[in-house]
């Protein structure tokens, strides 16, 4: 199966800034990932699919980006509504996996 | 709306069976790739199953395989995942998630798998225990 290690666990981070998380395919993907945000106790909700397409009604302030087997999502300008738990999964093959999770806290 | 319910969680002991069902409403069910994951209590996200849109292909998490089946039925709009010989560690809340897209070329479905996950329901709780 293909793994996903997302980085970092956890990140702190004070409204306005910018935000990067990281996921690492451990083998070729092919571009097909998607990003996730789940708030407590919620369904997750997709942000990003292909690695870099937004989601009909997902803030622009949220963009992907993909190079090789090393995919991040960026939060331009963290709002109080994004601090949330962000997963990535991957489907090139027909197992999908997910990442285990980045914790967007406030500092 | 597009929208996904799901029931049939509950308690269930070591060794047990549950039924899992998950209806559909707002969208062309019967066009779309259906999918269950599942979430441990504190823990990530976990695929469980998916099928497509005509049953033709189904595929597993090795987790669950030889345990689990996921069927639907078009006509009502319905997912399910049936479930033998539950353990402790299948305690999760299960979601019912849509593939998030599909291609169709004159009303003919030509690849209902996309691999991304939307919408998705609300969940329902699985506990397995003694």
């Known amino acids: 199966d293909i793994q996903m290690t997302q980085s970092p666990s956890t990140l702190s981070a004070s409204v306005g800034d910018s935000v990067t998380i990281t996921c690492r395919a451990s083998?070729?993907?092919?571009?097909?990932l998607a990003w996730y945000q789940q708030k407590p106790g919620k369904a997750p909700k997709v942000l990003i699919y292909?690695?870099?397409s937004l989601q009909s009604g997902v803030p622009s302030r949220f963009s992907g980006r993909e190079s090789g087997t090393e995919f991040t999502l960026t939060i331009s300008s963290v709002e109080p509504d994004d601090f949330a738990t962000y997963y990535c999964?991957?489907?090139?093959?027909?197992?999908?996996?997910f990442g285990q999770g980045t914790k967007l806290e406030i500092k | 709306e597009e929208q996904l319910v799901e029931s049939g969680g509950g308690l269930v002991k070591p060794g047990g069976s549950l039924r899992l069902s998950c209806v559909a409403s707002?969208?062309?069910?019967?066009?779309?790739?259906m999918n269950w994951v599942r979430q441990a209590p504190g823990k990530g996200l976990e695929w469980v199953a998916s099928?497509?849109?005509?049953?033709?292909?189904?595929y597993y998490a090795d987790s669950v395989k030889g345990r689990f089946t996921i069927s639907r039925d078009n006509a009502n709009k319905s997912l399910f995942l049936q479930m033998n010989s539950l353990r402790a560690e299948d305690t999760a809340v299960y979601y019912c998630?849509?593939?998030?897209?599909?291609?169709?070329?004159?009303?003919?479905?030509?690849?209902?798998?996309?691999?991304?996950?939307?919408?998705w329901g609300q969940g329902t709780l699985v506990t397995v225990s003694s």
């Open positions: 998630a849509r593939d998030g897209s599909r291609l169709m070329v004159r009303g003919i479905v030509i690849n209902s798998f996309s691999g991304w996950f939307d919408p």
């Open positions: 707002g969208f062309a069910f019967n066009t779309y790739t």
């Open positions: 099928i497509s849109y005509s049953s033709s292909k189904i």
């Open positions: 083998q070729n993907v092919n571009g097909w």
């Open positions: 292909k690695a870099s």
């Open positions: 999964q991957q489907y090139n093959s027909d197992s999908r996996t």
